[in-house]
Nanobody
Framework: QVQLVESGGGLVQPGGSLRLSCAAS????????MAWYRQAPGKQRELVAG???????NYADSVKGRFTISRDNAKNTGYLQMNSLKPEDTAVYYC?????????????????WGQGTQVTVSS
């Protein structure tokens, strides 16, 4: 029973910045990996950035150098700092978390998604 709540989306002008937050709650034993995906109108959902519990990160080529993914393990919260935003970044952004939860009789793996938050980059 792990839930993700996203926040921080909105309308920004090209070149602007935005920071998305993803707060996890529930019976969390561990968050092994957290990632941000996005889906633009008429396009497939794509991986934007990912981060492991140890801090290893990976980025899509289209956002490398502009976006930064991070996490605060004490707060069970992940972030996506988006700088130098472009109109092409316009999409619904989704947070994903994978890890282990405490359930009946032991531990179980989870793979959950946030509700999504709209990011619109336009002048």
């Amino acid at each position: 029973q792990v839930q993700l709540v996203e926040s921080g989306g909105g309308l920004v002008q090209p070149g602007g910045s935005l920071r998305l937050s993803c707060a996890a709650s529930g019976s969390i034993f561990s968050i092994n990996a957290m990632a941000w995906y996005r889906q633009a109108p008429g396009k497939q959902r794509e991986l934007v950035a990912g981060i492991t519990s140890g801090g290893s990160t990976n980025y899509a080529d289209s956002v490398k150098g502009r976006f930064t993914i991070s996490r605060d393990n004490a707060k069970n919260t992940g972030y996506l700092q988006m700088n130098s935003l472009k109109p092409e970044d316009t999409a619904v952004y989704y947070c994903n978390a994978q890890g282990a939860t405490v359930g009946k009789g032991g531990f179980y793996e989870y793979d959950v998604w946030g509700q999504g938050t709209q990011v619109t980059v336009s002048s």
